[in-house]
Each structure stands twice: as C-alpha cells, then as structure tokens.
C-alpha cells in the first residue's frame, strides 16, 4: 500500500505562490509516477500536472502551464507543487496521486491511471 498525505494549501492573493508538498510511505518512491489534480466546487477533477519516476519527464495542464512547476526528490518521498502567478480559478482542492511504474518512464494524466491518493489540501486564491 501506498499512503500519500499533501501539505502546503491555504489561502493567498492573486498573483500570489504557494509551494505544496506530498509525502509518500510504503514503498520506494522511485518505483512510483506521481501526479497532481484538483477539484475546484462544482467541476470535475482535473489533471494538474504528472511527473515521471525519475523526474526527468513532466506534464502540465494548459491552463498551469508556464505558472507551476512539479518536482520530487525520491531520497524524501516527496513531490512538490510550485504554484506562481496563482488566479482565482485555482482555487480548488489538490490531491495528489501515485501510481506504480516499475522505473517504467511513463507519465500518466488521467484519474484512473493512478491506484493511490491523498485526502486533498485546500488552495484558496482571493481577488
């Protein structure tokens, strides 16, 4: 089993950053794609950004694109989120998830590709 908790969410202005954070236990985080989406009230939830096993390969949603940036150091079990330029329509809950790849280099950007999640952290951006 995999156990992935975020950190990092709170409220902040427009224009504003926010760095979110998420820890992995369980298993070697090397072996996992790891992925960010969110959910923002009433929207169905969509793909953030994805980031291969070894964090050479990324993936971003059109609309965070040039603004976030994903990143992990699998010596921490850690993925993190850099959120810059935050918009209001950011505003959402973030979860972030993993999926067992096997050093496959692979990233995935759908809901049903991943198999683990976190109970979500709540960025909140005022304009």
């Known amino acids: 089993q995999v156990q992935l908790v975020e950190s990092g969410g709170g409220l902040v202005q427009a224009g504003g950053s926010l760095r979110l954070s998420c820890a992995g236990s369980?298993?070697?985080?090397?072996?996992?794609?790891m992925g960010w989406f969110r959910q923002a009230p009433g929207k169905e939830r969509q793909f953030v950004a994805g980031i291969s096993w070894n964090g050479i390969s990324t993936r971003y949603a059109d609309s965070v694109k040039g603004r976030f940036t994903i990143s992990r150091d699998n010596a921490k079990n850690t993925v993190a989120l850099q959120m810059n330029s935050l918009k209001s329509e950011d505003t959402a809950v973030y979860y972030c998830?993993?999926?067992?790849?096997?050093?496959?280099?692979?990233?995935?950007?759908?809901?049903?590709?991943?198999?683990?999640w976190g109970q979500g952290t709540q960025v909140t951006v005022s304009s």
């Open positions: 369980g298993r070697p985080f090397s072996s996992l794609a």
């Open positions: 998830a993993a999926r067992p790849t096997y050093h496959s280099d692979s990233i995935y950007f759908t809901e049903d590709d991943y198999d683990y």
